[in-house]
């Protein structure tokens, strides 16, 4: 398996546009993660997914984030309108509930700068 | 929320044991504490887990004390190449009900010297 994949690896945009970043989960895993790391609060839990179902979305900061999980194998966290505090490192993790340690398991993290 | 309280960074040589210990006064009956380590420009990867006692793999010792209220990883003999944060979470690995409560946070940067 290639792992989670996330998309793109770098992004740089300005104030006030959208911007999309998207997660490849590892095949049969059931929770998606997206956290958002920077820092001077480390790494940040936003929301995550069980079964494609939003479970817990008390860390995503504002309206201007949303995150969808159309279906098991695709996810996106969107920021609209984006602002230069949102400029941080975007990862999505994964794991198998009930399989061994129950580890998450990242992806290399998509690199937002906004201007 | 089982939140935890570990160093925010720690310098090392090389060839030495490092010890990195992590605070969970509000750890749960059901609750295990993982490890992580985070090199740049990735994202973190498991590294150890346990539940009370000892554990020991290729990469690191996990010692847990009785009350579990905190835990110490050890690096044996570290090199240039173990430079990374390391994470303490606590969480009940098989119940999502409760994977809300994983809580990475700013985590021990770790820098080993030549």
């Known amino acids: 398996d290639a792992g989670v994949i996330q998309s793109p690896r770098h992004e740089v945009t300005e104030m006030g546009q959208e911007v999309t970043l998207r997660c490849k989960p590892i095949?049969?895993?059931?929770?998606l993660f997206w956290y958002r790391q920077t820092m001077m609060r480390g790494l940040e839990l936003l929301i995550y997914f069980n079964n494609n179902v939003p479970i817990d979305d008390s860390g995503m900061p504002e309206d201007r984030f949303s995150a969808k999980m159309p279906n098991a194998s695709f996810s996106t966290l969107k920021i609209q309108p984006s602002e230069p505090r949102d400029s941080a490192v975007y990862f999505c993790?994964?794991?198998?509930?009930?399989?061994?340690?129950?580890?998450?398991?990242f992806g290399e993290g998509s690199r937002l700068t906004v201007l | 929320l089982a939140k935890t309280t570990q160093p925010i960074s720690m310098d090392s040589y090389e060839g030495q044991e490092v010890n990195i210990t992590c605070s969970h006064n509000n750890i749960a009956t059901n609750d295990y504490i993982t490890w992580y380590q985070q090199f740049p420009s990735q994202g973190p990867r498991f590294i150890i887990q346990?539940?009370?006692t000892k554990v020991t793999n290729e990469v690191a010792s996990l010692f847990i004390p009785a009350d579990r209220k905190s835990s110490t990883l050890s690096l044996p003999r570290v090199s240039l190449s173990d430079t990374a944060v390391y994470y303490c979470?606590?969480?009940?690995?098989?119940?999502?009900?409760?994977?809300?409560?994983?809580?990475f946070g700013r985590g021990t940067q770790l820098t080993v010297w030549p």
């Open positions: 993790a994964t794991r198998l509930e009930g399989a061994g340690t129950g580890e998450l398991f």
């Open positions: 979470l606590v969480g009940d690995k098989g119940r999502g009900s409760t994977l809300g409560r994983l809580y």
């Open positions: 346990g539940y009370k």
């Open positions: 095949s049969g895993h059931d929770y």
